[in-house]
C-alpha cells in the first residue's frame, strides 16, 4: 500500500472511531466492547476489503487500520462517557466514582464545569502518558522490571487495595452525624466582616437569638474566639464561622479577641464523629462478599452459555464477555437509575459560563496524581479505575475534613479531575502494556491482540518503539484531542437544554433501552443476572457505604484462582 494512502487510511480511521467512541460514549450501555467484540468477528473480511480497496496493500497494513479505529473509539469513549454519567447518573465501572460528585454539581447548576474538569483531566493524562511513555516502558519492563518483581505479589496487592477500601470507609470523615438526643450546632456562613462598624443593621440578630434562623441570611456581632483550631463568634452565645474563602479565614486570625460584624447565612454544623464506624466497615465487608461471590459463580461457570438463548448470536455476532453487560449494569448502572427515577429531583437552569472554585496549582496536582496513578495501576489485574479513584479521594483532604463547601466546592473538583485522569491514563497504558508484558487489561487491548495475532511486535527493546505500538500512540493522541473538543461541546449543549427535557421520563427510557441491550446481548440469563446485580447494587445506598466495594465481582474471582488454583483465572496474573 502506497505510504500516503495507508496515512489517510489510518487518519480516517481515527476520525471514524473517534465519531463512534462519542456515540457510545453518550448512550449509556453501549461499551467500547461491544465494538471490540463486533470487530473481532468482521475484521478477516473487512481486512481483506481493504487491502483490495486499496491497491496493492498488504494485510497487516489494513489490520493496523482496523485497530486505529477500535483504539480512536476506545479513548473518545473515555472522554464523552461523563455526559451521561453527570446528567443521567448511568455511569460505567470506570464512572461510577464520579456519579455522586457529578450530579451533586449539576444539582447546583454547575453540570459544565464537572464535564469540562473531567475533559481537562483525561487530556492531561493522554499527554503525561505520551510524553513519558519510554519510562513506563523501563519501570515496567527492563531493566528495571517492576512488573516482573512484583507479578508474585498480586494478590498481596488485590488484598491491599480491599482493605484500604474497607478502613477508609469506617474512617471517613465526610460521614458525620449527631449524638442522639442533640440538636445540631449552629453556625454562620460568613459573606461579609467589617471590622470598625459603629453602626447596626435594623435586622440585627443577637448571637445567642440565631438558634432557630436556620437558612436566613442575618447580620450580628461579637467577640471573636479561637478554639482548637476554628473560630466562633461569642456574645452571651457561641456560633461556629464558616467560610466560603480560605483568604477572608486566614485573616480572621488576626483579628481574634476583636468585636466585629458579620453578614452571612445561619445554618446548622454537624460535628464529626471521632469514632470508627464498625457498622460500616462490616456491611462494606459484606457488599465485597456478596458481589464477590456472584462474581465467581456467573464468571468461572463456563457451561452458564450452554443454558442461555442470546439474539445478537443468531445474527452471526460473538458472545463475547457477555456476562460482564449485565453485571455491570446491574451493579453499577440500574441502581443509580432507580434511585434517580425515584427521587425525581428539580434539575436547575445549568451556568453557562460557570466559574471553577480549584486553583490551578491543585487543578495541577489532580492531573498528575491520577495520571501517575492510572498509568501504574493499568498493569496490574482486577485493579481498576475505582479502586485507584478511592486513592484519589483519600488524597482529597478538604472532602476528608468536611471543608469542601466553604472552600467553594475545590476539593470535589480536584477529586473530578483526578478521578478522570486515572480513567485515562489507565485507557493510555492497558495498550502499552500488551506490547511490553503481552497481557491484556482491557476489552479494546484483548481485541487489539486478537486481531493483530501472531503479527504483534514485542516491545523487548527500550529503543526503538514498535511501529504498531508508535502508530496506536498517535491515534489516542489524536482521538483524545477530537474527543476533548467534542466533550466540551456536548457539555454545552446538554447544560443549555438538559433543564427543559422531562427528567423522569428520560430516565425510564434509559432504564428500557439497557433492558433491552442486556436481552439482546445477554439474552433472558443475563436478565436473571441483571436482576440480582440490580438488588446488590441497591444495597451500598440504603446502608451509607461506597459502591466501590461491588468491584469486589472482579477482585475475589482472582483472589479465590490464586487460593484455589481454578484453571483460567490463574493465566490473568
Known amino acids: 500500500m502506497d505510504p500516503i494512502t495507508f496515512i489517510i487510511l489510518c487518519i480516517a480511521s481515527m476520525v471514524l472511531g473517534t465519531c463512534i467512541g462519542i456515540f457510545t460514549g453518550l448512550v449509556p450501555g453501549i461499551h467500547t466492547n461491544t465494538v471490540a467484540a463486533i470487530l473481532v468477528v468482521v475484521h478477516a473480511p473487512l481486512t481483506i476489503w481493504l487491502a483490495s480497496r486499496f491497491g496493492e496493500g498488504t494485510i497487516s497494513e489494513a489490520e493496523l487500520a482496523i485497530v486505529c479505529f477500535l483504539v480512536a473509539v476506545a479513548m473518545a469513549h473515555v472522554f464523552v462517557s461523563y455526559i451521561p454519567a453527570t446528567f443521567l ?55 528495571v522490571d517492576l512488573y516482573a518483581r512484583t507479578r508474585p505479589f498480586i494478590p498481596f496487592l488485590l488484598m491491599l487495595v480491599v482493605l484500604l477500601m474497607i478502613l477508609t470507609e469506617g474512617q471517613s470523615k465526610r460521614r458525620r452525624d449527631v449524638q442522639p438526643g442533640r440538636e445540631p450546632a449552629t453556625c454562620l456562613l460568613v459573606d461579609e466582616v467589617r471590622f470598625d462598624s459603629t453602626e447596626e443593621d435594623p435586622s440585627f440578630f443577637e448571637v445567642w437569638a440565631l438558634w432557630g434562623l436556620h437558612g436566613k441570611n442575618v447580620t450580628t456581632k461579637g467577640r471573636l474566639v479561637k478554639e482548637k483550631g476554628r473560630i466562633f463568634l461569642e456574645d452571651r452565645g457561641k456560633v461556629e464561622l464558616l467560610f466560603k474563602e480560605k483568604g477572608l479565614r486566614k485573616a480572621m486570625d488576626n483579628h481574634i479577641g476583636e468585636t466585629v460584624s458579620i453578614e452571612g447565612r445561619v445554618c446548622r454544623s454537624l460535628a464529626p464523629s471521632q469514632r470508627t464506624d464498625l457498622r460500616r466497615m462490616a456491611w462494606a465487608l459484606a457488599v465485597f462478599l456478596m458481589a464477590g461471590s456472584l462474581g465467581i459463580v456467573i464468571l468461572d461457570s463456563h457451561g452458564l452459555m450452554n443454558f442461555n438463548f442470546i439474539p445478537m448470536t443468531r445474527l452471526g455476532l460473538p458472545a463475547w464477555g457477555w456476562e460482564f453487560l449485565p453485571l455491570f449494569t446491574g451493579l453499577f448502572g440500574l441502581p443509580t437509575l432507580l434511585t434517580s427515577l425515584s427521587s425525581n429531583p428539580a434539575i436547575p437552569v445549568q451556568l453557562q459560563d460557570p466559574r471553577e472554585g480549584i486553583s490551578r496549582k491543585r487543578k495541577a496536582k489532580g492531573m498528575l496524581f491520577g495520571a501517575v496513578t492510572g498509568a501504574f495501576m493499568g498493569w496490574f489485574p482486577g485493579i481498576t479505575s475505582s479502586q485507584a479513584g478511592v486513592l484519589a479521594s483519600q488524597a482529597s483532604s478538604d472532602i476528608k475534613d468536611g471543608e469542601d463547601e466553604e472552600d467553594g466546592g475545590a476539593a470535589t473538583e480536584e477529586f473530578m479531575v483526578s478521578l478522570s485522569a486515572i480513567n485515562t491514563a489507565n485507557a493510555v497504558t492497558n495498550f502499552v502494556a500488551l506490547f511490553v508484558i503481552l497481557r491484556t487489561r482491557s476489552g479494546a487491548a484483548k481485541a487489539t491482540q486478537d486481531m493483530l495475532g501472531t503479527g504483534l511486535e514485542a516491545w523487548t527493546n527500550p529503543w526503538p518503539i514498535p511501529s504498531q505500538l508508535l502508530l496506536i500512540l498517535l491515534s489516542i493522541l489524536i482521538s483524545s484531542v477530537l474527543a476533548y473538543f467534542m466533550t466540551i461541546r456536548l457539555g454545552r449543549l446538554f447544560a443549555k437544554h438538559f433543564h427543559q427535557v422531562p427528567y423522569r421520563k428520560l430516565v425510564a427510557s434509559v432504564i ?50 490464586w487460593a484455589w488454583g481454578i484453571l483460567g483465572w490463574g493465566v490473568l496474573m
Open 512 to 561: 428500557v433501552l439497557l433492558v433491552v441491550l442486556v436481552l439482546f446481548m445477554a439474552g433472558p440469563l443475563g436478565l436473571a443476572i441483571m436482576a440480582i446485580a440490580t438488588f446488590l447494587g441497591l444495597i451500598p445506598p440504603m446502608v451509607g457505604v461506597r459502591r466501590v466495594h461491588l468491584i469486589g465481582c472482579l477482585i475475589l474471582p482472582i483472589l479465590a484462582s
Open 89 to 143: 447518573g448511568a455511569p460505567e465501572e470506570g464512572t461510577v466514582l464520579s456519579v455522586l460528585p457529578g450530579h451533586r454539581m449539576l444539582l447546583q447548576g454547575r453540570g459544565l464545569v464537572s464535564i469540562r474538569l473531567s475533559a481537562q483531566g483525561g487530556l492531561a493524562a493522554v499527554l503525561i502518558c505520551l510524553s513519558a511513555v519510554l519510562v513506563l516502558r523501563c519501570v515496567m519492563g527492563g531493566p
